[in-house]
């Protein structure tokens, strides 16, 4: 099976009576529904009514992420590097798969030194940089890249984000469902879910700051 990763949410008719889902907040588990229920829920006319959107704008959070980085807290432009990490990014709390490091990405500043954790994926270098970040250099809802906040009061922007974030948890939680069911997934919009989310909470912490 084949998805996009902006695939318009279904109303099937069938759908109706399903498993519905609620206005706000995440389920406790999404991993604990079966593949039906993610698949009853995610097409249900409650969820659809929930979900402001599956556009998250023009960039794909995939490409280039280096250029979405913002600056270090002593002011500087970070950069992406490759290589065993400097020992401030040592402690990790996800671990690099062992006899990996050389491949793997950190953000660095070559100022200050300061650096953030080491990932195999790009994105998720910047993803994890930016978070750290977003309380000082995170800048305004209106430039965050993703998402459409501009206009946006802070509590509309949580509202928005957090029924995205509820809708992205439900289709990681379904795409990890079908692949134990042996239907194939692509790990190129796993990744997208992935980086979504880790999108969406740099920008929730932008605004609850
Ligand atoms: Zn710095």
């Known amino acids: 099976m084949t998805q996009s990763i902006t695939p318009s949410i279904n109303r099937d008719e069938q759908a109706r009576g399903g498993l519905l889902a609620p206005a706000r907040g995440l389920p406790i588990d999404p991993d604990a529904f079966s593949l039906e229920e993610l698949q009853r829920l995610l097409s249900s006319d409650g969820h659809y009514s929930a979900t402001p959107t599956r556009n998250y704008g023009l960039i794909d959070p995939l490409e280039r992420p280096s250029g979405l980085l913002f600056l270090c807290s002593c002011g500087e432009r970070p950069r992406v590097e490759r290589g065993t990490p400097p020992p401030k990014a040592r402690v990790q709390y996800r671990p690099l798969p062992a006899g990996s490091e050389s491949r793997a990405y950190h953000v660095a500043c070559s100022?200050?030194?300061k650096a953030a954790q080491p990932s195999l994926r790009e994105w998720r270098a910047v993803v994890d940089w930016n978070y750290t970040h977003a309380?000082?250099?995170g800048g305004s809802l209106a430039q965050f890249p993703f998402f459409n906040l501009a206009g946006l009061s802070r509590t509309e922007a949580v509202e928005r984000l957090n029924s995205i974030k509820r809708d992205l948890l439900l289709r990681r939680a379904l795409a990890r469902k079908q692949r134990e069911h042996g239907i194939e997934v692509g790990g190129r919009f796993t990744a997208k879910i992935e980086a979504y989310l880790g999108w969406?909470?740099?920008?929730?912490?932008?605004a609850t700051r």
């Not at 969406?200 to 932008?206: D, G």
């Open 111 to 113: 100022a200050c030194g």
């Open 200 to 206: 969406v909470n740099v920008a929730l912490r932008i």
């Open 135 to 137: 309380d000082s250099r």
